[in-house]
């Protein structure tokens, strides 16, 4: 058995659902009846499971289930996840183990010297469910015999790895940190990560970052792990400076699917066009065309540094500045924050094509109320450098939801609006991998990145490659970023969304076509050959521990 654990198994907080989610289906095909998924049992008794989680019995699982699964005292529901691929799941509720949790604790210290009184926050409850992971993972192997393999993902599951080297040593354990706990905490914090990472002593900066537990639960777990691994060359060299241990190399791949130019997906587009010119036009009280428009966008978590929200903004005024066209341009910030709901008289004119209104709504640059409105940093920024201009041609619009299809405004998901964009913007800071821009191109939509994105460095190297080295206009564009060059950043932007706006008709779709026979170089079909070649290695090195 292959049994994969993590927070965002049937949870989406972030891109590691994305991972896993498009990994399954190719997971499930190199592996029939030998994988299954572990993630958290958030909903009480009688509230309702997640959407994605498709309740039901496991074949390889039902004597287990029937004979073993009674006896551990935690309440688990059995199903597949509702993804390509659909792999059997587990979700176990943890919360039978938190009368336990301090002789839990005492054991990890006893063992390997954690002090887990150090955490906070999350930390007790992302333990509990690794450990409660860590009994099933053993229990299983246990019960089916042969040979097994537990992957651990991210420093949210790295007590259940401790726990199980414990209690199963024989199993062989694969640990992902999908980004540093120290890493991500310097560059949310604004120190300069990149400038001085060789100086950086990992223990010392979780001290002086507040983020001791965290860090030093990851850190044992690369340790411990029979093998260790990050998702791109950027994170990889973050890694083995903050937690001493160097780590293989697992790419995030994606699961590309059909074309983009499929009349399948040209429907998509045209009606994603539409929605997004109607909403701007009832915003701003113009008429914005669906044709004529050029849709620029940014998606992502809401960190304003990290993602590079902030440059986003900045590259935005800068191009407005000396922008003396006429063609619109609209540019959405499509990033989850304090959401209040959709805006009632927005849903109001959207609904009633016929109703006339008399000038741009109030707040123009937003489609969705926010409960901090006044003091939201976006809003700040975009009016401050008055991107929300009525007679602007530059215009910003803010979409504070999650775009799952019901939001009450565009009512489509994330996916269905990104296809119906001509640029996404990502000038990330802290990267490890980058999924929003690997999505861009999957929906042939062109893409600025950067060199701090693990996705912008590996897009760099397939770009110097045929055909894309011979073309005009590269799909993915790979902007320098450092930590001292911020201007230079923003000038760059700046310049490339006005080359993308001067593309003809016939070198936009060259590039749109490249676009996606780039992703397809990134299709989990090509990518998944990494995992085979780190399960080898769970079988040739033992754990430095054993």
Same mark, same amino acid.
């Given at each position: 058995?292959?049994?994969?654990?993590?927070?965002?198994?049937?949870?989406?907080?972030?891109?590691?659902?994305?991972?896993?989610?498009?990994?399954?289906?190719?997971?499930?095909?190199?592996?029939?009846?030998?994988?299954?998924?572990?993630?958290?049992?958030?909903?009480?008794?009688?509230?309702?499971?997640?959407?994605?989680?498709?309740?039901?019995?496991?074949?390889?699982?039902?004597?287990?289930?029937?004979?073993?699964?009674?006896?551990?005292?935690?309440?688990?529901?059995?199903?597949?996840?509702?993804?390509?691929?659909?792999?059997?799941?587990?979700?176990?509720?943890?919360?039978?183990?938190?009368?336990?949790?301090?002789?839990?604790?005492?054991?990890?210290?006893?063992?390997?010297?954690?002090?887990?009184?150090?955490?906070?926050?999350?930390?007790?409850?992302?333990?509990?469910?690794?450990?409660?992971?860590?009994?099933?993972?053993?229990?299983?192997?246990?019960?089916?015999?042969?040979?097994?393999?537990?992957?651990?993902?991210?420093?949210?599951?790295?007590?259940?790895?401790?726990?199980?080297?414990?209690?199963?040593?024989?199993?062989?354990?694969?640990?992902?940190?999908?980004?540093?706990?120290?890493?991500?905490?310097?560059?949310?914090?604004?120190?300069?990560?990149?400038?001085?990472?060789?100086?950086?002593?990992?223990?010392?900066?979780?001290?002086?970052?507040?983020?001791?537990?965290?860090?030093?639960?990851?850190?044992?777990?690369?340790?411990?792990?029979?093998?260790?691994?990050?998702?791109?060359?950027?994170?990889?060299?973050?890694?083995?400076?903050?937690?001493?241990?160097?780590?293989?190399?697992?790419? $995030?791949?994606?699961?590309?699917?059909?074309?983009?130019?499929?009349?399948?997906?040209?429907?998509?587009?045209?009606?994603?066009?539409?929605?997004?010119?109607?909403?701007?036009?009832?915003?701003?009280?113009?008429?914005?065309?669906?044709?004529?428009?050029?849709?620029?966008?940014?998606?992502?978590?809401?960190?304003?540094?990290?993602?590079?929200?902030?440059?986003?903004?900045?590259?935005?005024?800068?191009?407005?500045?000396?922008?003396?066209?006429?063609?619109?341009?609209?540019?959405?910030?499509?990033?989850?924050?304090?959401?209040?709901?959709?805006?009632?008289?927005?849903?109001?004119?959207?609904?009633?094509?016929?109703?006339?209104?008399?000038?741009?709504?109030?707040?123009?640059?937003?489609?969705?109320?926010?409960?901090?409105?006044?003091?939201?940093?976006?809003?700040?920024?975009?009016?401050?450098?008055?991107?929300?201009?009525?007679?602007?041609?530059?215009?910003?619009?803010?979409?504070?939801?999650?775009?799952?299809?019901?939001?009450?405004?565009?009512?489509?998901?994330?996916?269905?609006?990104?296809?119906?964009?001509?640029?996404?913007?990502?000038?990330?800071?802290?990267?490890?991998?980058?999924?929003?821009?690997?999505?861009?191109?999957?929906?042939?939509?062109?893409?600025?990145?950067?060199?701090?994105?693990?996705?912008?460095?590996?897009?760099?190297?397939?770009?110097?490659?045929?055909?894309?080295?011979?073309?005009?206009?590269?799909?993915?564009?790979?902007?320098?970023?450092?930590?001292? $060059?911020?201007?230079?950043?923003?000038?760059?932007?700046?310049?490339?969304?006005?080359?993308?706006?001067?593309?003809?008709?016939?070198?936009?779709?060259?590039?749109?076509?490249?676009?996606?026979?780039?992703?397809?170089?990134?299709?989990?079909?090509?990518?998944?050959?990494?995992?085979?070649?780190?399960?080898?290695?769970?079988?040739?090195?033992?754990?430095?521990?054993?």
């Amino acid at each position: 058995m292959i049994l994969e654990t993590s927070w965002e198994v049937c949870n989406k907080m972030g891109g590691i659902y994305t991972v896993l989610s498009s990994r399954a289906d190719i997971m499930t095909q190199r592996h029939p009846h030998d994988v299954c998924f572990i993630g958290p049992l958030l909903a009480q008794e009688g509230e309702p499971l997640p959407l994605d989680f498709i309740p039901g019995e496991i074949p390889e699982l039902a004597s287990w289930a029937k004979e073993v699964l009674p006896t551990l005292g935690l309440r688990v529901k059995t199903g597949h996840w509702s993804v390509a691929g659909e792999p059997p799941v587990l979700l176990v509720d943890f919360t039978s183990l938190w009368d336990r949790k301090g002789n839990f604790f005492f054991d990890l210290w006893k063992a390997y010297g954690l002090e887990s009184d150090k955490g906070y926050g999350d930390y007790d409850e992302s333990c509990l469910f690794g450990i409660a992971a860590a009994e099933l993972i053993a229990s299983i192997a246990s019960h089916l015999g042969g040979h097994s393999r537990a992957i651990f993902n991210e420093w949210q599951t790295a007590a259940g790895l401790l726990w199980l080297h414990l209690h199963a040593p024989e199993i062989e354990t694969l640990f992902i940190t999908h980004a540093t706990t120290v890493g991500r905490s310097i560059a949310g914090n604004h120190k300069e990560l990149y400038t001085y990472m060789e100086a950086y002593n990992g223990d010392q900066m979780a001290r002086e970052l507040g983020v001791e537990a965290k860090h030093a639960v990851e850190k044992l777990a690369a340790h411990t792990a029979t093998t260790f691994a990050t998702v791109s060359k950027l994170t990889a060299r973050e890694a083995k400076q903050l937690l001493e241990r160097e780590p293989i190399v697992l790419p $995030n791949g994606f699961r590309c699917g059909s074309s983009p130019f499929s009349s399948a997906y040209r429907a998509k587009r045209k009606k994603a066009r539409k929605r997004l010119s109607q909403v701007a036009s009832r915003l701003y009280h113009q008429e914005i065309s669906s044709d004529e428009a050029f849709f620029i966008s940014l998606g992502g978590r809401y960190e304003y540094r990290n993602k590079g929200i902030d440059l986003y903004l900045e590259s935005l005024y800068r191009f407005r500045e000396s922008y003396q066209g006429e063609r619109d341009i609209v540019a959405f910030l499509l990033v989850p924050a304090w959401e209040a709901g959709p805006r009632t008289e927005l849903q109001y004119l959207l609904n009633h094509p016929t109703e006339t209104q008399e000038q741009a709504l109030q707040y123009p640059c937003l489609s969705h109320w926010l409960y901090n409105t006044e003091s939201d940093r976006a809003v700040a920024h975009i009016r401050h450098r008055g991107l929300d201009r009525v007679d602007s041609k530059v215009k910003v619009i803010f979409v504070p939801c999650y775009l799952n299809g019901l939001d009450g405004i565009f009512d489509l998901t994330y996916y269905d609006l990104l296809v119906g964009m001509d640029l996404t913007v990502y000038p990330s800071y802290y990267e490890p991998w980058g999924y929003t821009p690997l999505e861009s191109i999957r929906y042939g939509v062109p893409t600025i990145t950067t060199t701090l994105a693990g996705f912008g460095l590996w897009a760099e190297e397939e770009e110097a490659t045929s055909p894309f080295a011979e073309a005009p206009c590269p799909p993915v564009h790979v902007v320098e970023r450092t930590d001292t $060059n911020i201007l230079e950043t923003i000038q760059t932007i700046s310049s490339l969304i006005r080359e993308q706006l001067h593309l003809s008709p016939e070198e936009a779709k060259a590039q749109r076509r490249l676009a996606y026979e780039l992703a397809r170089r990134a299709d989990w079909k090509l990518f998944y050959r990494h995992y085979e070649e780190a399960y080898k290695l769970t079988e040739e090195l033992p754990s430095l521990f054993s």
